[in-house]
């Protein structure tokens, strides 16, 4: 069984900084999908990585997927009160599931 | 619009009384899910479709039972609910058949509470 292992699990940052969570797997993955899910809310797409060493770009946010395909990273510049969440990392697997980490719980202070 | 709906958003009933949560989707996709989040554990998948029925367990089925006899709706059935299973619920649906490299779009989430 896959685990999917995120850190930090809770953050707490002012507005303006940057940060890193990080997504580690046990085994390697078929893709990797991020989610942002605020409060009371679903949990909403944000990006998916395919290919070992890929870097995508979405605004002030730059996901990166590891050379091996079993660690990948969010980073956020300049962090704001909107950024705050909780962000998951999930495994696209085979047999049509989705296996998720328990997620990092973001909080940008103004 | 877009959008997967979920019914009831809360609910509040007693160990035993059977309840549906209705789950429904507007984009014609063939791939539907139902996840429950707790905390310390995560999202975890309990049922998905493929498609019109067809129907497999995910990680966490036992106490829960799906149908899908139409593709926009996947009803989660509770035969007789149990406290153990007071959760925030989540239905996702996706396109295609391979939703590894597609997005899975949720619901708002049902909040439910077995007493």
């Known amino acids: 069984t896959q685990l999917l292992e995120q850190s930090p699990q809770f953050l707490s940052i002012q507005e303006g900084e940057n940060l890193t969570v990080y997504c580690n797997s046990s085994?390697?993955?078929?893709?990797l999908q991020w989610y942002r899910q605020e409060p009371g809310e679903g949990p909403v797409l944000l990006v998916t990585?395919?290919?070992?060493?890929e870097v995508k770009k979405l605004k002030r946010l730059t996901f990166q997927f590891g050379d091996a395909r079993k660690d990948s990273s969010l980073h956020i510049t300049a962090a704001q009160p909107g950024d705050t969440g909780l962000y998951l990392c999930?495994?696209?697997?085979?047999?049509?599931?989705?296996?998720f980490g328990k997620g990092t719980l973001l909080t940008v202070n103004p | 619009e877009a959008q997967v709906t979920q019914n009831p958003r809360y609910l509040i009933t007693v160990t035993g009384k059977k309840l549906t949560v209705t789950c429904s989707q507007n984009?014609?996709?063939?791939?539907m899910s139902w996840y429950r989040q707790d905390p310390g554990l995560g999202l975890r998948q309990i049922y998905y479709?493929?498609?019109?029925?067809?129907?497999d367990k995910g990680d966490v089925p036992e106490g829960y039972k799906v149908s899908r006899k139409e593709k926009r709706n996947f009803p989660l059935i509770l035969e007789s609910p149990s406290p153990n299973q007071t959760s925030l619920y989540f239905c996702?649906?996706?396109?295609?058949?391979?939703?590894?490299?597609?997005?899975?779009?949720f619901g708002p989430g049902t909040r439910l509470t077995v007493l």
């Open positions: 990585v395919v290919t070992g060493g």
């Open positions: 999930a495994d696209g697997g085979s047999n049509y599931k989705l296996t």
């Open positions: 085994s390697v993955f078929s893709s």
């Open positions: 984009m014609n996709h063939e791939y």
């Open positions: 996702a649906s996706s396109g295609r058949l391979a939703p590894v490299l597609n997005e899975q779009f």
């Open positions: 479709s493929m498609n019109v029925e067809v129907t």
